[in-house]
Every structure is written in C-alpha cells, then in structure tokens.
C-alpha cells in the first residue's frame, strides 16, 4: 500500500515515515509541492498525506493539480492553520480530511486506514474490542458499547479512555494526558479534557463496576473491579 508523503519540516516527516513504514506502509516521502507533483503520476499511490506550507509549491496547489488529473485518491490535509476557514478551504480544494499540528502518530494512523476502507481500497484493519467491566470499547470506530447502548466518542475521548483502561487501577498523570493527547498542558486543554472525563464518567455511570475517581492535583484514576 503505498502513500505520498508531502512534508518540509526534517524531524517530524522522519517521525511520521518511520511511523508509516512500520505500520506496512510503502512511503515515497518529497519536501516540497513541485517534486511531488511530478512524481505523483510515477509513484501510484493509494492515498497522499500533504502539508499546506510548502516550498514551491504549495499544498493546495499540489492538491488541484493532483484533482485536475482526474485523480480521486483520498487526500489528507496536515496544517498548523486551524481556523475554520482553513479547514473549509482545505475540503474546497480536494482534500478528504483535515488534520492539525501538532496530532498524533495513532490519530493519523486511525484517520488514514478510515479513509481507505471508506474508499474500498482496504478492509478496516480488523482490531477487537477492548472489554472493560460489562462495558466494550471499539478503539478503531471510536464507539464505546455499555448496558444501555452503543455511545459515539470523539477521538480524543476515546484516546482519554484508552489511556485511563491502560492505567486501570494505577492514576493516569493529568500532564501526561495532556501531552500526549493534546500536545501541550495549557489552561485551555486541561479544561477541555475536565469536560471529556465528565462525559466517559456520565457514560459509565451506568455500570457499578467502574468508576473514574479524580485524584485532586495529580490526575485520574479508573476503578474496574
């Protein structure tokens, strides 16, 4: 399975190739728009992971290029630019998704085999379901099935709580939650991941056998008993 890999910034490409290779990925890696345009014909890929800013030519330019050729391949815009007129205009400009830096190797990972299976061109790599208590995480779907019913989550509630059955009976750290999850530990994310943990323990409420306790200062712990 082969996927064009558009990225000016040395350490994180060299992060993310390594990533994809060992996920069974053939990776043909270009710094900038212009090379990756004229290799994109050669090269075949099954899908491409573009960065917005870059030399040459830049990110949506490559994009419409790719589209003008008739090419339908799923396309992954990665970008710092956040807003949501960004976002708007990566879609207009043929893209299928959307990832903002900093993200997550398994966020990226999660979002392309999503893209391939939603285009036909693989099977949803088959993973099982997590049990936890009498309640079941589907990782790969982000859904989390309990007693009273199947719940979507979003995909950083689902990394929370993949991270709080990791750490079941032991207390899963705030900061490194928010490192890892958001990237940085700022005001605005620990908030935010507050509302996430009330969410999963509203949805777990339900099942007397787990029970996310907050340790006051230090961070989370879930009880499976």
């Known amino acids: 399975m082969k996927i064009l890999y ?3 910034e040395p350490f994180l490409a060299q992060i993310v ?3 994809l290779t060992k996920n069974g990925y053939e990776v043909l890696h ?3 728009g212009a090379a990756a345009a004229a290799a994109f014909e050669h090269f075949s890929p099954a899908l491409a992971v573009v960065d917005i800013m870059l030399p040459t030519l ?5 994009v419409e290029k790719i589209r003008r050729s008739g090419s339908k391949i799923p396309i992954i815009f990665l970008s710092a630019k956040d807003s949501v007129a960004d976002v708007v205009s990566g879609f207009h400009r043929g893209g299928n998704d959307y990832l903002r830096k900093p993200f997550s190797l398994d966020e990226l990972f999660v979002r392309i085999d999503s893209l391939l299976a939603r285009f036909g061109i693989r099977e949803a790599a088959a993973q099982p379901l997590q049990q936890i208590g ?5 990782f790969l779907h982000q859904k989390l099935h309990t007693p009273s019913g199947e ?3 979003s995909y950083k509630e689902t990394q929370l709580l993949k991270l709080l059955i990791e750490h079941r009976m032991d207390i899963l750290e705030r900061r490194n939650a928010l490192l890892k999850i958001w ?3 700022d005001y605005y994310n620990t908030r935010s991941m507050d509302v ?8 777990l409420q339900e099942d007397t056998t787990l029970q996310i306790l907050t340790i006051r200062g230090v961070g989370y712990k879930l009880l499976a008993t």
């Open 58 to 62: 830049d990110g949506y330019a490559l």
């Open 6 to 8: 558009v990225e000016d």
């Open 134 to 138: 009498n309640c079941q995480v589907d």
């Open 151 to 153: 719940h979507h989550l």
């Open 183 to 185: 990237g940085n530990d």
């Open 30 to 32: 270009l710094r900038d």
């Open 17 to 19: 190739s390594d990533g």
């Open 196 to 203: 996430f943990i009330s969410h999963l323990r509203k949805l």
